[in-house]
């Protein structure tokens, strides 16, 4: 093996990059240098972020470089110093510094998408998810429970059966923490996201939405769940929801948040918010229009009409109709069709993943950085040498 490990401290500096960091853990960096192909892959982690980067590098004798990295829209500097190749297949980098260049106030909201854990309202409203922490912890009840399997999948179990599955306050808590967890599940490939008991969630527990029925609490509730779907989506993670029973209201929003749906029959997605004097609050809308279109998203909006699986079908907001209606058998079955994506290396699946995201999310110039980056992090890698040796062909 030619790359070489490495790994050190980062020292950050710029009062812009001292602001829009995480300041409560350090800044460090780790990644390989291929000696063949001059390439650098770095992974700098910063407080909850982790940023790839990756860089051609042109060295001979001794070099200082000065290498500009754009990385998913945020211009980062990342300076080698003192990167010394000898003839002797030794490499040594003393130094390593970098600055974020820009200010990050959009940048880092839309474009992150290797984010960890930071609210993706953070750098713009300055919101703190701690002011609403505490009221939420007043409005206890159920569980998101997190299972995960030794073959990558995880199922993320919305528990609350005795009010079908409802958001207490403490579940949103929950929620976002399980969330968090599967951020830093690095072998993970599949998640099914499902409601305990045979239904899928009916949405905010209205006990706690009457308890905090006033604009301020109803904002900071809309943010800290928006920040917790938009975080459960870019997961790199293939996500399916599995809809047994009813998604209604926030339900109905949290499918949205997942790569696919699968419904069983006699289940219906429902975005009720209409009925309730309001509009989708959670994200929804904003997902769904992009997963059915604009004159779609209208027409089951403007209805709050039942989605069943047939329907759901034609317009595309589902992708399959399960056979089984019992909970053992739709999960098996859930199961049997998430493998169909997530076969073969979690590197790989996580990547694909990335770069999809990416795609939607990003400008089509910011993507293309991002699918560089992504891209340089597998040419050569265990699984692309693997199958560069067992000489597959495709037909
Ligand atoms: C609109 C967006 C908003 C947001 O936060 O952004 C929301 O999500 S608000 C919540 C929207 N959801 C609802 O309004 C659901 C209202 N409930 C129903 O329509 C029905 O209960 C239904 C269809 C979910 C289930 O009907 P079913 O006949 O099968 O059962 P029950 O009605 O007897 O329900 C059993 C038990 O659960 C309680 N329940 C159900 N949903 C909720 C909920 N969202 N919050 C609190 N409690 C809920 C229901 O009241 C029953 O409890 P009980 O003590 O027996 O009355």
Not at 255 to 278: P, Q
Request: with cysteine.
């Amino acid at each position: 093996m030619d790359d070489k490990s490495l790994s050190g401290d980062l020292q950050l500096f710029s009062a812009e990059s001292v602001a829009a960091v995480p300041q409560e853990s350090g800044t460090s960096f780790r990644g390989t240098f291929d000696q063949r192909l001059c390439f650098f892959r770095v992974t700098v982690v910063c407080g909850r972020l982790e940023l790839l980067l990756s860089a051609n590098i042109s060295i001979g004798k001794e070099s200082s470089t000065n290498e500009r990295l754009d990385c998913e829209g945020i211009a980062l500097k990342l300076y080698f110093y003192r990167v010394r190749y000898f003839v002797r297949k030794k490499c040594q980098v003393q130094m390593a510094m970098f600055c974020i260049h820009k200010c990050l106030k959009c940048g880092l909201r839309n474009q992150t998408l290797k984010q960890r854990g930071l609210s993706v309202y953070t750098s713009v409203y300055r919101v703190n998810e701690d002011d609403i922490k505490e009221k939420l912890q007043q409005h206890p009840g159920g569980s998101i429970d997190l299972q995960k399997d030794q073959n990558g999948i995880a199922n993320l179990i919305i528990n609350n059966p005795e009010r079908k599955n409802a958001f207490s306050g403490t579940m949103m808590l929950d929620f976002r923490d399980r969330v968090e967890e599967l951020e830093h599940w690095t072998n993970g490939k599949g998640l099914i996201v499902r409601g305990a008991e045979n239904t899928f969630c009916s949405g905010s527990d209205l006990r706690a939405v009457k308890a905090m029925s006033n604009p301020e609490d109803g904002l900071r509730i809309c943010m800290f769940m928006q920040n917790t779907l938009t975080r459960l989506l870019r997961l790199p993670l293939i996500s399916v929801a599995l809809v047994q029973g009813k998604a209604l209201g926030g339900g109905a929003e949290l499918t949205t948040a997942c790569d696919f749906r699968l419904m069983t029959s006699g289940s219906e997605i429902r975005f009720v918010h209409k009925h309730m004097g309001l509009v989708p609050g959670w994200g929804g809308a904003t997902r769904l229009i992009k997963l059915i279109g604009y004159r779609n998203a209208l027409k089951l909006l403007s209805s709050a009409q039942h989605v069943n699986p047939a329907t759901g079908l034609k317009i595309g907001l589902v992708d399959e109709i399960l056979s089984s209606t019992d909970e053992g058998s739709c999960l098996e079955e859930a199961e049997n069709w998430l493998n169909q994506y997530t076969g073969g290396s979690s590197q790989v699946i996580r990547a694909i993943k990335n770069v999809v995201v990416s795609g939607r999310e990003l400008s089509q110039e910011e993507s293309l950085k991002n699918e560089k980056s992504i891209f340089g992090t597998l040419w050569g890698s265990h699984a692309n040498l693997k199958a560069l040796d067992q000489n597959i062909k495709h037909n």
